[in-house]
């Protein structure tokens, strides 16, 4: 193999280059990357890229190092067809590209509800927070859509920046994900933050009939909630559609095995890929789990069943409405915690979750905890978990 293409130059395509780099390959690496930017870190766009001052219009804390893999870069350009008995890629600048081995890394995109109105953003990339960065400046009334871990960063920030904020949403903000106990301590943060949560599900958005200039959010009552700017996080799609008719999807999904192959020579990582797990295949879509499974991945590329299968504990982070939220294990949890470190209502505090079986989960509220400690918490046998919690505390 001596003719590896990469396509997405995400946090995925770019961590599988580096390691295919690292672990001895030396021969041609191409990366296709839609995006006409070097690659970036999405999280810190919702996290910090939206309070940045000082800045003018351009966003800073996004940055990345740049990478050593000496690949060959094609920006500005996307996959659009896989010819897998060619080894071909054709791609939207009307080129093709040949390959021998193929790391499929082409990411997500966000739903909308209504992809013709232009009062409604999604929030994907540099240009989306660009531009509600500068829609911010006037402190627009603004209506989030969906209460997952980006739509409450992103009503977290607005809000931080004089905004009234509505969040719409069919339960409590994250409890699907995160489960209920941290879900309320969330809820009480972005009330007490001035954030109003609206127990609803939005159907439509639409320019309103009331107010020039604004728009109305419909909801599933047939009342509406009027904003300025709309902001949706109701989910994602993965970026598929150019592997149709190449064979590789089931049921519509991208399935990957433990070493994320998909075919001879073929393998997908990051959010695209539908990952074997406890509950069957499902999309895993944060941060360090795509740059897990692009390591698994590369060496499977290079060395087959001899590289080490996806062996990875979820962790994921999340900074809004004051809290500093660090999560490793499995969620959602159930049930109320052991408090390691802090009480209810108070922080810091660092929390334990036992799930049965030995590994549990583990979270830390504006504590500071490095994630091997966190991840080394979550793991341990209750006992040993609360000497470690008598050993911060003291």
Known sequence: MDNIVVVGNGIAGTTAATTLREHGYRGRLTIIGAEKHAPYSRPALSKSALHETGAGDTIVSHLLPAADHEARILLGVAATGLDLAKRRLTLSDGGTCDFDGLVIA?????????????????????????????????????????????????????????????????????QASLGSYLAELISGAAMRHGVKLVPSQALDVRDSVHEHGACDVVLADGSTVTADLVLTAIGDVPNTEWLASAGLLTDGELRVDSRGRLAPGVVAAGDVAAIPGRNGYSRVPLWMTAIAQAKVAAQALLFGDAAPPLDHEPYFWTDQFGLAIKVCGPLPVTGAPEYMTGMPDAEPALMRWHNGGGAGTGVSVNCRMPIAKLRALARQSPLLAQATGDLVQG
């Not at 997952?148 to 931080?160: D, K, N, P």
């Not at 949403?169 to 994250?174: A, H, L, V």
């Open 106 to 174: 082409s990411g997500i995109r966000p739903r909308k509800l209504r992809p013709d109105l232009p009062h409604e953003k999604t929030f994907r990339n540099i240009e989306d927070a660009q531009c509600v960065r500068v829609l911010l400046r006037s402190k627009p009334r603004v209506a989030v859509i969906g209460a997952g871990v980006l739509g409450m960063e992103l009503a977290s920030a607005c809000a931080a920046g004089g905004s009234r904020v509505s969040v719409i949403c069919r339960g409590k903000p994250m």
